[in-house]
């Protein structure tokens, strides 16, 4: 069977299959011929929930709370996208300051969302002050969402018709003291990750995706956008109250991981920019209508800009309490199919951040690495640790080091 | 007029069968149902002539007697359209539009595992969401299937 020379040298590596953060985890199966990736195949499902059979056996309302749990980063996403589909079959006008709030808890998540994945991007490179400082300052907005919400993750801030708590006004002081040192954060993230050669070097031209690749994959949200779509559902199919508020879709055209970066951090600055202005314009008025328990017969499609791309939500309603279907189809399932051709031919000492680069909601520890030669002689059990070390040694016997922006980012942050 | 309303007379005119199967809901939803052997002209022409360049997903349901597939297309400028289709149980066959959206893959072999629908020229692949050892006459989306005589077990 694999009787060449060249053959010999080719080893199979399946990567996964746990990864229990959300409706997708994935496995990897990638075919290396010494340290290059010849080719990845990509096995899904392993945590497939039923949750979409779960929906049709409860109420509406019921199934707002379920929809939130289907990923704990991106909670408010989900339940958002489907309570606005519910609402738009029902007919329901809701608040003009319930919109509000829904959009600035939606910032406020996508915010610690990405410095989330900031933290973890720098980890997987080896910069893991850059982990300390932005999970540090990411509990800044953590805070902000218990104060608002109630919850650190799944907030339970919506319900059919409107949101569940108001905002005082003092809690609008917090959040722009907040966000103000937020602002300044990102600012010092921004110099680093645009100045400093050595991150600049390690992330360019690492898990390329030409913007032809990503329109014809599907790729969505800031994978997408740092690959020049300019496409943000946000501005394109505006929703909540986001027809009102001014704010740019950021996007760059490095096509790599470092223009993902670029991405997600000038994102940041414009989710601080509407955050302010919902603080300043938040209309008076009542958070809620009242929703039936039965929703008419009928049927929506609701699409939501997720911090990590379009998310959708499609509810069909046959004038019981309990919907006939609810459809999703998270980000990260859009995305992953990317992967492949980001780490065709390139390096597996690339895979780490390549794959971490899409988001894909890092939270799991399950993962796991078997090398195992293809003859069948030899197994190697490697975890995503022992994957992550052999990154960095690799990288470092070729010249790379981060302790320049290191060195820098601590003098920034001393200021 | 609005261009919700172009993409409809466009379309219509192109297939005067859609007469009364093409709507615009609201600004930036349009809906229309197509028979199966229909389906792919009015797919091809929706995609290339109307610049729905965009597969959101494909959601599958069950009509009773047929499974109904509705395809979330999109444009530019965030009009979408649901563009449904059926086919009997009896015969789930419908054709693969991975050749137009290769990342409609993935949409597709959900509908294959939760709704027994048979893609054609689906190449072949893992299959997804379910487990390798779930039974291939098992659909968990389709009406009739509860966990309780279901091999998933308890829900």
Known sequence: MHNSHEHEHEFKIPLGPQHPALKEPESFSIALKGEKILGVDIRLGYNHRGIEKACEERTFLQDVYLLERICGICSHSHSTAYVQAVEEIAGLAVPPRALYIRTLIGELERVHSHFLWLGVAGHEIGFDTLLMYTWRDREIVMDLLAQLTGNRVNYGINTIGGVRRDIAPEQGKDILAGVATLEERTKYYIQIATEETTIIKRLSGVGIISKEDALRLGAVGPTARASGVDRDIRREDPYAAYAELDFDVITDDHCDVYGRTVVRLKELMESFKIIRQIVARIPDGPIAVRAPRKIPAGEAFSRYEAPRGEDVHYVKSNGGEKPERVKVRAPTLANVQTVKHMLKDRFLADMPIVVAAIDPCFSCTDRMVGIRRLDGEKKEILGWESLRSFSLGWHRARGFDVTIAEKRLHQLMEH | ?155
């Open chain 2, 1 to 155: 007029m609005s261009c919700e309303e172009d993409i409809r007379q466009n379309t219509i005119r192109q297939f005067d069968f859609l007469k009364d199967f093409f709507k615009v809901i609201r600004p930036r939803r349009l809906s229309a149902e197509v028979a199966r052997d229909r389906f792919s002209e009015v797919f091809d022409f929706l995609v290339h002539q109307e610049k729905f360049n965009i597969l959101c997903t494909i959601t599958g349901t069950d009509e009773g007697d047929d499974l109904g597939f509705i395809y979330h297309l999109a444009r530019e400028g965030g009009i979408t359209l649901n563009l449904k289709t059926r086919a009997p149980k009896s015969d789930p066959v419908i054709r693969t539009i991975t050749a137009v959206f290769p990342g409609a893959e993935i949409y597709e072999r959900e509908i294959v595992d939760l709704f027994g629908a048979k893609v054609q020229g689906l190449r072949k692949g893992n299959r997804y969401p379910l487990t390798d050892d779930w039974p291939a006459d098992e659909h968990p989306l389709r009406k009739d299937w509860k966990p309780a005589n279901g091999s998933g077990g308890e829900m």
